[in-house]
Nanobody, 122 residues
C-alpha cells in the first residue's frame, strides 16, 4: 500500500519560513519524481514545485521562484519543500504527490498525500 504523509505545516507570520516534509512508503521512492501542490479555500489545486527522481531537475511555479526550494533524500524516502519569505497568499493545504515522471499537472500524478495546512498571518 502506497502512503505519502506530509508534515511540517502550521501557522507562521508573513515573512517567515516553514519546511514541509513528505515521507513515502510502499513504492521504490528513488524511482519516482515528486511534486508539491497546494489548494487554497475556494480555489483550484495548483502546482508548486517538482523534482526528478534523482533530484537533478527541479521546476517551480512562477509565484514561488526564489522563495521555495524542493529537495529529496532518497535514503529517507522523503521529499522536502522549504518555504521562505512566506506571504498571506501562500495560505493553503499543501499536498505531495508521486509519479514516475516529473510534471506540473496534478492529473499526471498517481499517488497523493492527505495534505498539511499552512497558514500565513499578515
Amino acid at each position: 500500500q502506497v502512503q505519502l504523509v506530509e508534515s511540517g505545516g502550521g501557522l507562521v507570520q508573513a515573512g517567515g519560513s516553514l519546511r514541509l516534509s513528505c515521507v513515502v512508503s510502499g513504492l521504490t521512492f528513488s524511482n519516482y519524481a515528486m511534486g508539491w501542490f497546494r489548494q487554497a479555500p475556494g480555489k483550484e489545486r495548483e502546482f508548486v514545485a517538482t523534482i526528478t527522481w534523482r533530484g537533478g531537475g527541479t521546476y517551480f511555479a512562477d509565484f514561488v521562484k526564489g522563495r521555495f526550494t524542493i529537495s529529496r533524500d532518497n535514503a529517507k524516502n522523503t521529499v522536502y519543500l522549504q518555504m521562505n519569505s512566506l506571504k498571506f497568499e501562500d495560505t493553503a493545504v499543501y499536498y505531495c504527490a508521486a509519479d514516475l515522471r516529473a510534471a506540473t499537472s496534478g492529473a499526471e500524478y498517481a499517488y497523493w498525500g492527505q495534505g498539511t495546512q499552512v497558514t500565513v498571518s499578515s
